[in-house]
């Protein structure tokens, strides 16, 4: 069976719903995924947008949410997933906003991609007390089985 990612809130390439974003209750999407390769010990979870400021003129990947850790045998997130319900042993970097914690689309123009991407890692990370992404990708580099995304889009209607 092939690792995938999937929403109950929004298909594939498809709007995020409202209720996910700044212009709604701002709660993270519901997520799950089919079992992970053998061998994995932990899942991250990433997601961001390439698109900030403008998608015309992309300058920054701005980071939503950092999950690692997450163990292989969760299976989900459920919609407005509080910090207390994370699946035990889970841990949280830093999104753009300088938080942990969900940060919902929120694009000041244009319509953008959100990329929800979950890793397949070989080993369970060290705590790396509220990561940024970049930090996070380095200690992941090397022990990658397997990757899923899963893409949404989100355009204000103001």
């Excluded at 899942?43 to 947008?49: E, G, H, P, T």
């Excluded at 003129?57 to 459920?78: E, I």
């Amino acid at each position: 069976m092939t690792f995938r990612l999937s929403s109950t809130a929004f298909a594939p390439n498809e709007m995020i719903p409202a209720l996910y974003t700044c212009d709604g209750r701002n709660i993270s999407p519901p997520l799950s995924w089919t079992k992970p390769p053998v061998g994995t010990r932990s899942l991250v979870l990433i997601v961001d947008d390439p698109d900030a400021p403008d998608p015309a003129a992309p300058k920054v990947t701005w980071v939503h949410w950092l999950l690692y850790n997450l163990p292989p045998t969760a299976g989900s997130l459920p919609d407005g997933v509080a910090d207390a319900n994370l699946p035990p042993g889970t841990l949280q970097g830093l999104n753009d906003w300088q938080r942990t914690g969900y940060g919902g689309p929120c694009p000041p123009i244009g319509n953008h991609r959100y990329f929800h991407k979950l890793y397949a890692l070989d080993k369970v990370l060290v705590d790396l007390r509220h990561p940024i992404k970049l930090m996070l990708e380095q200690t992941m580099k090397g022990h990658i089985l397997a990757q899923t995304d899963l893409i949404g889009r989100y355009q204000r209607h103001r």
